[in-house]
């Protein structure tokens, strides 16, 4: 589940709010166990959504760097690439 959680800073344009809010809904699922919490369960994974999200985007907008934004195309050119070699390569 946590491997669909990619890295949110430096990017242009930023990170929007559907991303950050993607990013927790995986990890919390991770923590939890599950892909979708038992109606007992909702509200209080909701909840932790809601405080995860919050912490990520507040975390995301004071970070500092110097490096260049990076491009959000090339980035997942890269990965397909990564992606494509590590599974020709366990295929053999």
């Known amino acids: 589940m946590c491997r669909n959680i990619r890295p949110l800073n430096n990017f242009e344009p930023p ?3 559907e991303e950050v809010r ?3 809904l995986q990890f919390v699922r991770k923590i939890g166990g599950g892909s979708k919490p038992s109606k007992a369960n909702e509200a209080a994974y909701d ?3 809601a405080a995860i999200t919050a912490a990520s985007r507040e975390l995301i907008d004071s970070l ?3 490096a260049p934004p990076k491009n959000r195309e090339e980035e997942a050119a890269k990965a397909k690439a990564r992606s494509a070699a590590r599974y020709q390569s366990q295929a053999s």
Request: net charge negative; proline share 0%; no cysteine.
């Open 15 to 17: 990170a929007s709010d």
């Open 64 to 66: 500092v760097t110097t």
């Open 47 to 49: 909840k932790a959504v």
């Open 22 to 24: 993607d990013a927790a």
